[in-house]
Antibody
């Protein structure tokens, strides 16, 4: 069965960086894009960006450009997201989710989420 | 700030029907497929509807989706207490080159 298993909760101080992982299984890794979506406490869903595990191409939401980097390791079927220069507003649950296409698509499987807390 | 607009909340008694609207424009809903996600508090979002009106395997036919122009609608019939959750629409925005989500709607079963 398709599974996306994310790394555990993280606590960081403002200005620090965090690297989250999303380990996939149950499907052909390079055939599906991985999106990252975040949700601040009591807020809605916010798209962070997308990575193509096949060629490692990425597209980031304009809001995060310059602060985020997505990467992948095909040998371990794992996707990573690094967010730098953290501020309190980055406190959120970060989800990875799978999609078959780059655009005009839907996210059919989601990870369990990783809570990132940013506080001094 | 979300590109897609949804009502903050809807409610109905068990067994009744609710509809949730999602309003966008020609850059997103007007020219791309719409999906709907259900999120029970404390859990990950779950795909309910894709390609405007298709249900993934395992989703009951009490859930339906439609699209007209730059708006989409999710319908839930035979409302059950287990349907209490937040619901989000989502689509691709061609102008932003980004996935966009609705503001979210909380469904309450009275």
């Amino acid at each position: 069965q398709v599974q996306l298993v994310q790394s555990g909760a993280e606590v960081r101080e403002p200005g620090a960086s965090v690297r989250l992982s999303c380990k996939t299984s149950g499907y052909r890794f390079i055939s599906y894009y991985i999106h990252w979506v975040r949700q601040a406490p009591r807020q809605g869903l916010e798209w962070v960006g997308i990575i193509n595990p096949s060629g490692a191409g990425t597209t980031y939401a304009q809001k995060f450009q310059g602060r985020v980097t997505m990467s992948r390791d095909t040998s371990t079927r794992t996707v990573y997201m690094e967010l730098r220069s953290l501020r309190s507003e980055d406190t959120a649950v970060y989800y990875c989710a799978r999609a078959e296409y780059f655009s005009d698509t839907h996210l059919d499987y989601w990870g369990q989420g990783t809570l990132v807390s940013v506080s001094s | 700030q979300s590109v897609l607009t949804q009502p903050p909340s809807v409610s109905a008694a068990p067994g009744q029907k609710v509809t949730i609207s999602c309003s966008g424009d020609s850059d997103n809903i007007g020219n791309n497929y719409v999906a709907w996600y259900q999120q029970v508090p404390g859990t990950s979002p779950k795909l309910l509807i894709y390609d405007n009106n298709q249900r993934p395997s395992g989703i009951p036919d009490r859930f339906s989706g439609s699209k007209s122009g730059t708006s989409a609608t999710l319908g839930i019939t035979g409302l059950q207490t287990g349907d209490e959750a937040d619901y989000y629409c989502g689509t691709w925005d061609t102008s932003l080159s980004a996935q966009v989500f609705g503001t979210g709607t909380k469904v309450t079963v009275l």
